[in-house]
């Protein structure tokens, strides 16, 4: 079609030109010579197209992933054949040209020549910007290996000069040719005018229309793309079917929806390392050694009888019921929205109110403390659980270089110790007086006093509390 159009310039302008007195005896030897030249160009030029489009694609003819060179070959199609084309027009203008000259003046030869040059640009145009949007399919698995970075073979504003030059320069370099020299022209302009303003009106239709496809078309795949990524969906990928900075856009938002999905595994394993609250933390007020002292209520979990338990079974035995004890109390802590803050072997400590403030930090610990023990009543490890609150800094410690989320206070302190004497309770739960006196009446009542009991390292006794006992069901008579 690129072709068809070319020749259909250089016969419109050699007839507005009208045929030179000076070669109009010899007019068969050329248009003899053009014809055979014409056919043998389309045999050579089909020859070679083919040539070139097989070696080119035939990974893609076979289904498979084409190697690197393959790529960059296949990404230089269109200009491979725009260059076949333009040889051969090339050869046409030195041709035709000579035998003009031969048989005419060098003005006829002139004229000739830049009608034939004006025929082959446009077609070397349409050429590369249909090869481009035909070949769509295969440069899009080709640029999938070789995607386009750096040095780019072909750019927007490339494609935008070529366009300007095939729907404006031809038309008026024709008028040119056919109105400046008055012996190459009609002595009247009027309709050589009119039929080259509808030749530019066709071929800058044809050539716009070529580059709003391959600009419209990857640019609706991008934002559609886009708008996915926004919605939250990382596993969007674009297909790089272009090698101009529209690839390199494609490329960038490939790697941006690799980067997000990167930045949120890396974000879920921060948040089950560390608890997802605490990574809301450190989003907020970044890598600082920061913290405040809260009003908060700690929970502490320790497996009764560890030692001997490691010492009787495999240590992966051991790790798999520390896990399955652990998921219970990660279960319950989170439900009642609390911070699994840290495991210290086969121990856990869990804070209500840091590093996210909460309403009601005793009674939602005590809830958690009842769900743990009866989650775990039955199961295969027994453990102690104490429950403390008070004042406690919640926040960064370490160095600059290495810190962790963590929280010290006398209250952490209390949880520990009450746990000791919780593993020898009835309930295995102990709470502190200051955490039954500050939740709500309804989980009050649910507890009654334990007795007066002097923890290690503390001056003062404490008083404690635990869970009324269930009911015993009815003796059959």
Same mark, same amino acid.
């Given at each position: 079609?690129?072709?068809?159009?070319?020749?259909?310039?250089?016969?419109?302008?050699?007839?507005?030109?009208?045929?030179?007195?000076?070669?109009?005896?010899?007019?068969?030897?050329?248009?003899?010579?053009?014809?055979?030249?014409?056919?043998?160009?389309? $045999?050579?030029?089909?020859?070679?197209?083919?040539? =070139?489009?097989?070696?080119?694609?035939?990974?893609?003819?076979?289904?498979?992933?084409?190697?690197?060179?393959?790529? %960059?070959?296949?990404?230089?199609?269109?200009?491979?054949?725009?260059?076949?084309?333009?040889?051969?027009?090339?050869?046409?203008?030195?041709?035709?040209?000579?035998?003009?000259?031969?048989?005419?003046?060098?003005?006829?030869?002139?004229?000739?020549?830049?009608?034939?040059?004006?025929?082959?640009?446009?077609?070397?145009?349409?050429?590369?910007?249909?090869?481009?949007?035909?070949?769509?399919?295969?440069?899009?698995? *080709?640029?999938?290996?070789?995607?386009?970075?750096?040095? $780019?073979?072909?750019?927007?504003?490339?494609?935008?000069?070529?366009?300007?030059?095939?729907?404006?320069?031809?038309?008026?370099?024709?008028?040119?040719?056919?109105?400046?020299?008055?012996?190459?022209? +009609?002595?009247?302009?009027?309709?050589? =005018?009119?039929? =080259?303003?509808?030749?530019?009106?066709?071929?800058?239709?044809?050539?716009?229309?070529?580059?709003?496809?391959?600009?419209?078309?990857?640019?609706?795949?991008?934002?559609?793309?886009?708008?996915?990524?926004?919605?939250?969906?990382?596993?969007?990928?674009?297909?790089?079917?272009?090698?101009?900075?529209?690839?390199?856009?494609?490329?960038?938002?490939?790697?941006?929806?690799?980067?997000?999905?990167?930045?949120?595994? $890396?974000?879920?394993?921060?948040?089950?390392?560390?608890?997802?609250?605490?990574?809301?933390?450190?989003?907020?007020?970044?890598?600082?050694?920061?913290?405040?002292?809260?009003?908060?209520?700690?929970?502490?979990?320790?497996?009764?009888?560890?030692?001997?338990?490691?010492?009787?079974?495999? +240590?992966?035995?051991?790790?798999?019921?520390?896990?399955? $004890?652990?998921?219970?109390?990660?279960?319950?802590?989170?439900?009642?929205?609390?911070?699994?803050?840290?495991?210290?072997?086969?121990?856990?400590?869990?804070?209500?109110?840091?590093?996210?403030?909460?309403?009601?930090?005793?009674?939602?610990?005590?809830? *958690?403390?009842?769900?743990? %023990?009866?989650?775990?009543?039955?199961?295969?490890?027994?453990?102690?659980?104490?429950?403390?609150?008070?004042?406690?800094?919640?926040?960064?410690?370490?160095?600059?270089?290495?810190?962790?989320?963590?929280?010290?206070?006398?209250?952490?302190?209390?949880?520990?110790?009450?746990?000791?004497?919780?593993?020898?309770?009835?309930?295995?739960?102990?709470?502190?007086?200051?955490?039954?006196?500050?939740?709500?009446?309804?989980?009050?009542?649910?507890?009654?006093?334990?007795?007066?009991?002097?923890?290690?390292?503390?001056?003062?006794?404490?008083?404690?509390?635990?869970?009324? +006992?269930?009911? %015993?069901?009815?003796?059959?008579?």
């Amino acid at each position: 079609m690129s072709s068809f159009c070319g020749a259909g310039i250089v016969f419109l302008l050699l007839m507005l030109q009208g045929v030179p007195e000076t070669v109009a005896g010899h007019g068969w030897i050329i248009a003899v010579c053009a014809g055979g030249y014409v056919l043998l160009s389309v $045999l050579v030029g089909t020859a070679w197209a083919v040539f =070139l489009q097989r070696r080119t694609a035939v990974w893609f003819v076979l289904g498979r992933e084409p190697t690197r060179e393959e790529a %960059r070959r296949a990404l230089r199609l269109p200009v491979d054949l725009a260059t076949v084309s333009g040889t051969l027009w090339l050869g046409g203008v030195v041709v035709i040209g000579t035998l003009t000259a031969v048989f005419g003046t060098w003005l006829d030869a002139l004229g000739v020549a830049m009608a034939i040059l004006l025929g082959g640009f446009a077609t070397v145009g349409l050429t590369y910007l249909a090869t481009e949007w035909v070949a769509r399919p295969v440069m899009t698995m *080709a640029l999938a290996t070789a995607p386009p970075r750096g040095t $780019l073979p072909m750019t927007v504003l490339r494609r935008l000069v070529i366009t300007w030059a095939l729907a404006s320069g031809v038309p008026m370099v024709g008028v040119l040719l056919v109105v400046l020299p008055p012996d190459l022209g +009609p002595s009247d302009p009027a309709p050589s =005018l009119l039929a =080259l303003s509808v030749t530019g009106l066709v071929l800058g239709a044809l050539a716009t229309a070529l580059l709003a496809r391959a600009v419209a078309a990857p640019l609706h795949r991008l934002r559609l793309a886009l708008d996915q990524i926004a919605k939250g969906r990382r596993d969007v990928r674009v297909g790089i079917d272009d090698s101009s900075e529209i690839g390199m856009l494609q490329t960038s938002v490939n790697d941006l929806a690799k980067g997000l999905a990167e930045q949120e595994r $890396l974000r879920d394993l921060f948040g089950r390392h560390v608890g997802d609250d605490v990574v809301r933390h450190a989003l907020e007020y970044g890598a600082s050694l920061s913290g405040d002292v809260r009003d908060v209520t700690a929970l502490f979990v320790d497996v009764v009888d560890s030692t001997a338990l490691a010492a009787e079974l495999p +240590p992966d035995e051991v790790v798999r019921k520390l896990n399955g $004890l652990f998921a219970s109390v990660v279960d319950a802590v989170g439900t009642h929205g609390g911070l699994v803050n840290k495991f210290q072997g086969d121990a856990a400590l869990c804070i209500f109110g840091a590093p996210t403030r909460h309403a009601d930090p005793a009674t939602s610990a005590l809830r *958690a403390a009842r769900a743990i %023990r009866d989650a775990v009543s039955s199961g295969e490890l027994d453990l102690g659980i104490g429950v403390a609150k008070g004042p406690a800094f919640a926040g960064q410690l370490g160095t600059a270089s290495r810190f962790e989320y963590t929280v010290i206070g006398d209250a952490v302190n209390e949880a520990a110790r009450l746990t000791e004497h919780a593993k020898q309770a009835e309930g295995r739960i102990l709470a502190s007086e200051a955490v039954v006196k500050a939740c709500v009446a309804s989980e009050r009542g649910l507890w009654q006093h334990h007795g007066t009991i002097h923890l290690r390292g503390r001056p003062t006794p404490t008083e404690t509390w635990e869970p009324h +006992p269930p009911p %015993r069901p009815p003796l059959l008579r």
